[in-house]
T-cell receptor, first 115, second 114 residues
Framework: AQSVTQLDSQVPVFEEAPVELRCNYS??????LFWYVQYPNQGLQLLLK??????LVESINGFEAEFNKSQTSFHLRKPSVHISDTAEYFC?????????????FGSGTRLSIRP | DAEITQSPRHKITETGRQVTLACHQT?????MFWYRQDLGHGLRLIHY???????NKGEVSDGYSVSRSNTEDLPLTLESAASSQTSVYFC?????????????FGEGSRLTVL
């Protein structure tokens, strides 16, 4: 069975400061990894994904995440945050090599940006 | 444009009543999922389907049921609503293979059980 742990339920940071949102996973098989973002009163949107290849993946709005197999982690980082990044972020995992796979989410990290 | 829609967006009901939340997607995705979102718990999987006539229980399926009679729809039914089922419910869909984890979400249905 898979599981996802997001170690921080809330992360407050100042605008233009760097941020790291932590995610660790557990699985008996190889996995795909995802970060989703939820803006207030909206559904979740895919932010970035790791399927294969380079372990460092990037989003269009400056976030990046690095897959670390030995530490079973997929932490999300941004070097300089903006007010518009205020949202809740969810890490998720699905089984590799399965055409029909359920996706398991972490409990979420609420990112709040202070001006 | 393809989309996934949920209805109703807001629903207030009484304990013991049957409630059905609708989910309709035009992505032609085989995979469909229902999650509930509660503070401190993130998203928890209720039921999911990998295709027509296929349904599976998730981690919090008690008190809920789904049916999949076509590709586009996966309605979620609460047979006898309980106050513990007050939550925000999200429907999602995805295609297969490596993209199975790339979910497209509806905007959510907020259910209050009094």
């Amino acid at each position: 069975a898979q599981s996802v742990t997001q170690l921080d339920s809330q992360v407050p940071v100042f605008e233009e400061a760097p941020v790291e949102l932590r995610c660790n996973y557990s699985s008996s098989v190889s996995v795909y990894l995802f970060w989703y973002v939820q803006y207030p009163n909206q559904g979740l949107q895919l932010l970035l994904k790791y399927l294969s290849g380079s372990t460092l993946v990037e989003s269009i709005n400056g976030f990046e995440a690095e897959f670390n197999k030995s530490q079973t982690s997929f932490h999300l980082r941004k070097p300089s945050v903006h007010i518009s990044d205020t949202a809740e972020y969810f890490c998720a995992v699905s089984e590799r090599d399965s055409s029909a796979s359920k996706i398991i989410f972490g409990s979420g990290t609420r990112l709040s940006i202070r001006p | 444009d393809a989309e996934i829609t949920q209805s109703p967006r807001h629903k207030i009901t009484e304990t013991g009543r049957q409630v059905t939340l609708a989910c309709h997607q035009t992505w032609n995705h085989n995979n469909m999922f229902w999650y509930r979102q509660d503070l401190g718990h993130g998203l928890r999987l209720i039921h999911y389907s990998y295709g027509v006539q296929d349904t599976n229980k998730g981690e919090v399926s008690d008190g809920y049921s789904v049916s999949r009679s076509n590709t586009e729809d996966l309605p979620l039914t609460l047979e006898s609503a309980a106050s513990s089922q007050t939550s925000v419910y999200f429907c999602a869909s995805s295609s297969g293979g490596p993209r199975a984890g790339e979910l497209f979400f509806g905007e959510g249905s907020r259910l209050t059980v009094l």
